[in-house]
């Protein structure tokens, strides 16, 4: 895996706001908006209310969020989603008829699979189409995915196939 500062690919760039996800990251809920130029956003503060961003007990939200960013939480938990996206994406190499169309690169692994496969896996599985048309379907792992879950998977996507 390749460790990048945040900065390389924010401040050193020219982004002048972040958005951190909370939720995606394992937060209950919460997003945070993180100004790194505060003169390309000077209405920021206006704003933040005017898109509801601005909870009246934002301490809650706020002490996820520091969590998260202690100790690296959300790095651990973004290379675990990594980790179990190249675990799925290595067994379905393995199964004939699906082709994994780019390269697995986060936690994301984008496939091309017979659509009516696709439907039934959808009755077990929650995934969605990227392009119904093509077949093309969009498979996310998360900070919780667990080895067995993609393993089970695997082993529904292979059962499919083979009918």
Known sequence: SLDVPMRTFTNTVGVDVL???GTKNGALF???VVVLNPDAVRAMKHLRKLSMQLASKMRFVSV???ALLAKDLWLRNARHANTMAQRLAEGVR???GVEILYPVQANAVFARLPHA???RLQKRFRFYFWDETAGDVRWMCAFDTR???VDAFLQALKEEMAR
């Open 147 to 149: 080895e067995d879950d």
């Open 64 to 66: 996820q969020l520091e």
């Open 19 to 21: 958005s951190f996800g």
């Open 117 to 119: 496969v696709s439907e």
């Open 30 to 32: 919460g997003e945070a």
């Open 94 to 96: 393995a199964i004939d």
